[in-house]
């Protein structure tokens, strides 16, 4: 059973910063493709950034120059610093790692349970 942790919602002002933390557990062969989505009430679950098993990064353009993505493959920890927030960045962030259990296995999506980030004067 694999999961997924995040950690570092909270509340911050405009023009704050917050780092977000994903750590996976349990039986893990490998991970390929990390990924931060969020979804703001109403709104649809959109890709914030992801980075692949090389590290190399890429971001919605609405956080590029803002957010950075970076992972600790040896953790199985991925981060997302995020910079000079705006009202609009307020969402549930949640993470999505590509995984395979078994080096037989077909690569699998899972996903953390949220945490709420609210930028708020």
């Known amino acids: 059973q694999v999961q997924l942790v995040e950690s570092g919602g909270g509340l911050v002002q405009p023009g704050g910063s917050l780092r977000l933390s994903c750590a996976a557990s349990g039986r893990i062969f490998s991970i390929y493709t990390m990924n931060w989505y969020r979804q703001a009430p109403e709104k649809q679950r959109e890709l914030v950034a992801r980075i692949t098993s090389g590290g190399i990064p890429e971001y919605a353009d609405s956080v590029k120059g803002r957010f950075a993505i970076s992972r600790d493959n040896a953790k199985n920890t991925m981060y997302l610093q995020m910079n000079s927030l705006k009202l609009e960045d307020t969402a549930v962030y949640y993470c999505?790692?590509?995984?395979?259990?078994?080096?037989?296995?077909?690569?699998?999506?899972?996903w953390g349970q949220g945490t709420q980030v609210t930028v708020s004067s």
């Open positions: 999505n790692y590509i995984i395979k259990i078994y080096q037989n296995d077909s690569p699998r999506n899972y």
